[in-house]
């Protein structure tokens, strides 16, 4: 294994010495197959997302719309397990970009949360995006993830209240995830007037960098959320476009890029 | 709906010992809090007390029966079997009390829409007859097995002005159409509330919906004092989520000497790995926001249960039980499809009474501890629903009418 991999908070004090957000990306593992998926990973490092968020498929994914549901779905009815995920993570970190997993939580309990993380750790990973818990949850999560450095990214959502924002913020290491919408993953048509108060609610208590996730599908709204956000979060898009695509993965990998390049350059434009 | 606080409570944050709390995005928690708040105020609140039990007697049916079923009794040689008889509430079933008392709180709150999971179709169809009663607009997902399953039942919740979603995803069963109704809520949970069906998922929803079928418990306690003058040996019920066995066991929990018997499906057998019993069979976990008893793989997915009965057919169960479990309180115990069936049978033949699959796994198990009591024991069973919606299915099983 490579040891320990770079840390979030780098990506972000990079982009931000460049005054610019980060472009925050993310794909499940093992879609559509496990070394389909570092390869369509590896696109989006070259392309230009300077985090990389790697997603654990889970049988009950109630954060997802239907672009994510499908991909997990495929990736699990082909058999992926958490060890591919370790895997993928491991490859992905190898290119130096802070490399994180997205996860539904009962995975992680399951195959033992200490373990996962040091297994985390000696993949290269970053840290934990942790959907379906919260700070208050009581688990082991907060512990093992200090034991080892690594980034803690709980969610902050329009309905929290200040008091849950700080308690959430004090709780994260790395970069804290506002939820922009009500809703689930999924690209939108036009960008949320709850994300920015959010941020803004946010800033006020942590000097912690805040990406902004759910719904950015293009440069221009890129461009809007990198306004007033430290990162924009990327998703149901970047899946959005290898579902397009199935029948022809180099097509597939080709608009991932292109997606890839014109939200970067939203990031740069704001 | 009364009774002192027990030690088989949860804490403030929803624990019933290591099981329980609150697994949920942060979008949901501000209405979690925001529910736990009103369902706190409610119970602490004659009026909504008192406004909830003339519902459920004036329209629901409720006090339900308790029946001295002498002729199952003599026919078994064995205890006396007491029946308390939810089979005759409103609806035909205990899920009644739970959606009553959710809509009533739901009015309370000002909100005007609700929306609910439903497997077999039952907590739908009382989902939308609360609706109905009191004039909410309802949505009803349910997995698109289940709509093709269970037609009439679709049929039924759109007579009664209820939308049904058909779920797609996963294994487009129950469980997808609790993971569905979580997503319609996290997008409209200004103007709406979810009506849990059963004892399970984040706080406050396993204790409120005890609150709201204790009274199963809390009646019966007193119906078979005054028939025989005693507390019973045993009181049974099955256990899908665990709402009918909650509102059943809450009132006895206190009582030491009274067995407390959770019957699970057992399915093909949990040996088979086709069943149902996740207490039995399965091993702690999170799904549905607590953690709990679940039936799950090496990687923590979920695994699809299996049981005859669709209202038991779910890979988790309620916190409380996981935690009555675990203390020794309550033992829960698989019954097979066959071992129901053939109670079922037994009860229609000797008693006249057709009662629902899932009420028949609480029936199987507690013919078994009849016996082994004799005669001079006394059991309380709860038949939780009747049997109209299983005729499908009994007419496959026994090959009826053929
Ligand atoms: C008659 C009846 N009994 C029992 C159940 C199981 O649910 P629970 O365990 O919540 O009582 C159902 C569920 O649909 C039901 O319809």
Redesign the interface.
Known sequence: MSGPGARTAAAFARAADEQRAALVGYLPAGFPDVEGGIEAIKVLVDAGCDVIEVGLP??????D??TI?AAA?QA?DRGV??SDVLRTVEAVAATGTPTVVMTY???????GVARFAADLDAAGGAGLIT????P???TEWPVAADAHDLDKV????????DA?IAM?TQACRGFVYA?A????TGARATTSELAGPLVKRTKAVTDLPVAVGLGVSNGGQAAEVASYADGVIVGSAFVRALLDHADDRVAGLRALAALTADLADGVRRA | MSGPASVWNADEQGWFGEFGGRFMPEALVAALDELTVAWQGAMADQAFRAEFDTILREYAGVPSLLYDAVRLSEHLGGARILLKREDLNHTGAHKIRNVLGQALLTRRMGKTRVIAETGAGQHGVASATAAAYFGLECTVYMGSVDTKRQALNVARMELLGAKVVPVDSGSATLKDAINEALRDWVASVDYTAYLFGTAAGPHPFPSMVRDFTRGIGDEARAQVLELTGRLPDVVAACVGGGSNAIGMFTAFLDDLDVRILGFEAGGDGVETGRHAATIAGGDSGVLHGARTFILQDDDGQTIESHSISAGLDYPGVGPQHAHLAKSGRGEYLPVTDRQAMDALALLARTEGIICAIESAHALAGAFDVARDLGPGGLVLVNLSGRGDKDMETAIDWFGLGR
């Not at chain 1, 919408?181 to 689930?184: H, Q, R, T």
């Open positions: 889970y049988s009950d994914p109630v954060m719309g239907p549901q779905q699990l397990r958490v939580w009962n995975p992680i309990e399951r195959y959907p379906d818990i919260t208050d949850s009581r709980f969610l902050v959502a329009p309905s929290s209240t849950r959430t939820t919408v009500m809703g689930v």
